[in-house]
């Protein structure tokens, strides 16, 4: 899974959904704040699950720190593969994913994540949307680091010389930069 503005981050200052929350008073089930709603999509070129985890930071003040506090699995075609036809079957559509961080009010952010969802077709189109578009730069990425990577070793294959210290600094470099995308 990887986050739509980890990859896109300019799109986050227009696309990036948030709600903000008055504490108005003690019978409110969600606290007062900013709850902003990421998203991470499967990067698989193999899996067309046709998925998102919404992961759930809410930010009580300007000053504060960003807490983790839900995260939801959404699918828009439960019956996209095998696996996850059977997982749908099962479970609710959307749903707290098991394996994520869960705050005591996640089932409320839930409720209100999936109403929103039902209510602004606009933002669930465009989470189609931004699942296309994370694939599709993640496959071309795949396909210029491939290209790269035969054309690296087919060169190194071919001067029969190891690498020059400086160069294999270069190469590890280049390797992290990789992995944190």
């Excluded at 698989?44 to 983790?68: G, H, M, N, T, W």
């Amino acid at each position: 899974m990887l986050g739509y503005f980890d990859v896109f981050p300019d799109k986050a200052g227009t696309e990036l959904r948030t709600a903000t929350f008055e504490n108005s008073n003690a019978d409110d089930p969600l606290p007062g704040g900013t709850f902003i709603f990421t998203e991470f999509f499967c990067t698989d070129p193999k899996c067309d699950c046709q998925r998102v985890l919404v992961k759930v930071f809410r930010v009580e003040s300007e000053d504060a720190r960003a807490e983790e506090v839900a995260t939801i699995s959404y699918s828009w075609n439960p019956n996209s593969d095998e696996i996850w036809s059977m997982v749908n079957s099962e479970v609710a559509n959307p749903f707290l994913d098991p394996f994520h961080r869960q705050a005591s009010y996640a089932p409320e952010l839930l409720d209100f994540w999936t109403a929103m969802i039902e209510r602004d077709k606009v933002y669930a189109s465009r989470i189609q949307r931004h699942y296309g578009e994370i694939r599709t730069e993640i496959g071309q990425t795949a396909e210029r680091k491939g290209r790269q990577h035969s054309t690296k070793h087919k060169s190194r294959m071919n001067s029969g010389r190891p690498l020059t210290k400086r160069k294999r600094k270069l190469h590890k470099q280049r390797l992290a930069r990789a992995r944190k995308r």
